[in-house]
């Protein structure tokens, strides 16, 4: 398909041309700035209907504000892409979420339009009220926005960060963008508000929701008519009552439609021009905007691979064997089936978690509790209080937003919360926002966890299996994003014994790799490469991080000459444990040279998964390379090729 022509795009070099244009020219550049996102997307994939969502906002807001002195905050960063390319970076879209290219978020690194990197939700209006802070205390910065969506303002830290910047009452600006959806539809009361605010952009001023109230206090009974009054009082804002907004110390105006250039315009120019102290704009968008096939899919095209822009038809390879997520989604829905109390937890990722799965079997034993990681840890705690059995499920990066709960609800009181950890290691195109680098260390220091890592996906239906069996305390089991091996997968799961590790291949003392995950195929491709060095390696799979098998490590310890450990996690992990566990067992002593090969001490940037291990030196090559110098020994063959 030819590519659009866009004559006005072609004169923005940066966001001070857009302030240069008259408002027709500014309609007719977001039409090209939308066709300028398909075309960039089709040819990288990424997070589409997010972006095609907010592309009239994107230029109001940097026509009227003066990036980037004054500083906008994206949030979730994933609705950043007219933003890069109005920013100077439209030359490099076609490296978007590639290996040395630019990130599908906002990053500090990548350019000073970027004041403040966003790939978690729910932050935006933090960072906008310390920037707030520092141009009040003198410092060279303007205003601040932070553009906050509606599937993120459902978390905890954006109602704190909403009571603190009320209270300030400095001015600054929250721009909420309400579509309705963030990535899965949305759920809980804070939805069902907006969406009744929402009602009054789409039925014109105070509509039918006015109507309907004010017909209520005329008919209805006193106690109804009461409701109504009230009801009417809170989305209108007049009389004694404000909207929610109001009430918190915001100005609040809205809703109006995200999509309609000239009221955009009109309304973030008054804004600017009067506000003194906080202000929210609630802003209706629609999530794929402009573009068929994102707004008719179920997920308006959250997230794509390359596709073709006639058709919308996304090119993605044909899997020679089920993705890790849907196995374990199936393997849940199987362990559901045979207890009733099973339950599974997910925060806003059903069908990224696998767990839609379940929910199509037993939808009233499956909880979505939105972007609200921390809710999510702790009603699993008090689920598995009252004798359920939760699967919270929750993917590694996301999970650290609800630690403090892990430690204090659930593992500081026993209780048997199962965490299904999802895109463990690293996860490619979203990058060092998204690795699963620190499950292992920051669960693996909590005492009564069990923590389990699959090998492959048979593996991994034997631990769901476990984890639904095991009532003795909390329990998690992680697993990588993307495909599995193509081992044949049981038809039930095993039990299996608690910290018992399993031995893989024998081999005559020179070396043992002790693997943990699924980078026990690099260690069998890395043993293949060292008997080419004539040396010969032992390969066992720990299967459990904690509790670790001390007999089955004592006897690679002492018959070995060497023992490399090797995970998809950071510093401070398996390893550490493993080499903190010899320690205390007396098997560093004598003998056995000890090396741990683990993520190193930075943070990876986004490439192929295979590219990033390879950068990080854990793969089969720098499993051989970590032996030999182990060894003390010199490498004979030169190109070591697989």
Sequence with gaps: MTKPATPTLDRVAGPSDLRQMPDRDLRQLADELRAEVIDAVSQTGGHLGSSLGVVELSVALHSVFDTPRDKLIWDVGHQCYPHKILTGRRDRMHTLRQGGGLSGFTKRSESDYDPFGAAHSSTSISAALGFTIGRDMGLPTGDAIAVIGDGSISAG??????????????????????????????????????????????????????????????????PVREGARRAR???????SRGTFFEELG??????????????????????????????????????????????????KYHGVSKFD??????????????????????ALTEAAARD???????????????????????????????????????????????????????????????????????ALQGLPVRFAIDRAGLVGADGATHAGAFDIGYLGALPGMVVMAAADEAELVHMVTTAAAHDAGPIAFRYPRGN????????????????????????????????LGTHLGE????ATLLAAEGISVTIADARFAKPLDMKLIGRLAQSHGALVTVEQGARGGFGAMVLQDMAAHGLLDHGCRVRTLCLPDRFIDQAAPAEMYRDAGVDAEGIVGTVLAALQRDRKVVSLQR
Excluded: W
Aim: glycine share 14%; charged share 20%; with cysteine.
């Design 233 to 239: 009082e809170m989305v209108t804002g007049l009389e």
């Design 309 to 330: 822009v006639g058709t919308g038809v996304q090119s993605k390879a044909k899997a020679n064997a089920p993705s890790y997520t849907a196995v374990f989604g199936d």
């Design 523 to 526: 260690c069998e491709a890395a």
């Design 250 to 299: 915001f100005d609040y105006i809205g809703p109006i439609d995200g999509h309609d250039m000239g009221q955009l315009l009109s309304v973030l120019r008054a804004a600017k021009t009067r506000a003194t102290g906080p202000v929210l704009i609630h802003c209706c968008t629609v999530k794929g905007k402009g573009y068929a096939p994102a707004e008719g899919s179920a997920d």
């Design 484 to 515: 599995g091996t193509g081992v044949a997968l049981p038809e039930v799961g095993e039990v299996l014994e608690i910290g018992k590790g399993r031995m893989i291949r024998e081999g005559e003392g020179d070396v043992a790799l002790l693997s």
């Design 340 to 410: 009733p109390r099973v339950v599974a937890v997910t925060a806003a990722m059903p069908s990224g978690t696998g767990v839609d799965r379940m929910a199509k079997r037993f939808p009233g034993r499956v909880f979505d509790v939105g972007i609200a990681e921390q809710h999510g840890v702790t009603f699993a705690a008090g689920m598995a209080a009252s004798g359920l059995k939760p699967f919270c499920a929750i993917y590694s990066t996301f999970l650290q937003r609800g630690y403090d709960q892990v430690v204090h609800d659930v």
């Design 157 to 222: 830290m954006a109602y704190e960060a909403l009571n603190n910047a009320g209270a300030e009452g400095r001015r600054l600006f929250v721009i909420l963008n309400d579509n309705e959806m963030s990535i899965a539809p949305p759920v809980g009361a804070m939805s069902s508000y907006l969406s009744s605010l929402s009602d009054l952009t789409r039925k014109g001023p105070f509509g039918g929701l006015v109507a309907v109230a004010e017909g209520m206090e005329q008919l209805a009974p006193r």
